[in-house]
């Protein structure tokens, strides 16, 4: 059973390009999560999905950031006009629940390096 | 705003030490779980508590939830090289949809 995957692992991109972001769920997981970690720094939630829906928000720029899980398909973080200090390490994790019944599991990470 | 906060945020142990990280809200909290990160990789599930005032052990590893469901500790005996890495506190406000991560405790064991 294959666990969350996200691609790319890596991502380069200039100031003003746009970034995407894909976050593939473990199998049976409907709930989706995207955080951002800054180096040496913690975990910051950005928004929670389920499929088709935007549950929670409340963690995400207003502006230049959004996100999409459809129906079909991986769950898409995009960035748009991106800046240095969008520079940093961006995590989904999917569960199998709400979080607060059941663990979250991690995917491997995209770090995002803005030239 | 919802904060978590943890401390101490870097800790440095000779191999055999034992090692404590605490976990403080500012609001009461449904649950509270528990993640490991080793260096360059991604968090990872240790465990959640619910219950007010609950204890669980895994091996050398304790957790607790306090009585007030507002603070949690971790405590590791006799640390060893494969505990190295960062534990992060998570908990979920009563009411709220989503998780809030603490900021982390970064645990280095001298060999």
């Known amino acids: 059973n294959a666990g969350v995957m996200q691609n790319p692992r890596h991502l380069v991109r200039r100031r003003g390009q746009e970034a995407r972001l894909r976050c593939s769920p473990m199998?049976?997981?409907?709930?989706v999560y995207w955080y951002r970690q800054l180096p040496e720094e913690g975990l910051k939630f950005m928004v929670y999905?389920?499929?088709?829906?935007?549950?929670?928000e409340s963690g995400m720029p207003k502006e230049r950031f959004s996100a999409e899980f459809p129906k079909e398909g991986p769950s898409i973080l995009r960035i748009q006009q991106v800046v240095r200090g969008d520079s940093a390490a961006y995590f989904c994790?999917?569960?199998?629940?709400?979080?607060?019944?059941?663990?979250?599991?991690f995917g491997p990470g995209t770090r995002l390096t803005v030239t | 705003g919802q904060q978590v906060m943890q401390i101490p945020q870097y800790q440095h142990v000779q191999e055999g030490e034992d090692f404590t990280t605490y976990c403080n809200s500012s609001?009461?909290?449904?649950?509270i779980q528990w993640y490991k990160q080793r260096p360059g990789g991604h968090p990872v599930f240790l465990i959640q508590?619910?219950?007010?005032?609950e204890v669980k052990k895994q091996k050398r590893l304790t957790f607790q939830f306090g009585e007030a469901k507002k603070n949690s500790s971790l405590h590791i005996t006799a640390t060893q090289t494969t505990d190295v890495g960062t534990y992060f506190c998570?908990?979920?406000?009563?009411?709220?949809?989503?998780?809030?991560f603490g900021t982390g405790t970064r645990l280095t064991v001298i060999p």
């Open positions: 999905l389920q499929k088709e829906n935007i549950i929670d």
């Open positions: 609001t009461t909290l449904s649950n």
């Open positions: 994790a999917s569960s199998l629940g709400t979080s607060h019944t059941y663990e979250q599991y």
């Open positions: 998570a908990g979920r406000p009563t009411g709220a949809n989503n998780l809030f």
């Open positions: 508590l619910v219950k007010s005032g």
């Open positions: 199998k049976g997981h409907s709930h």
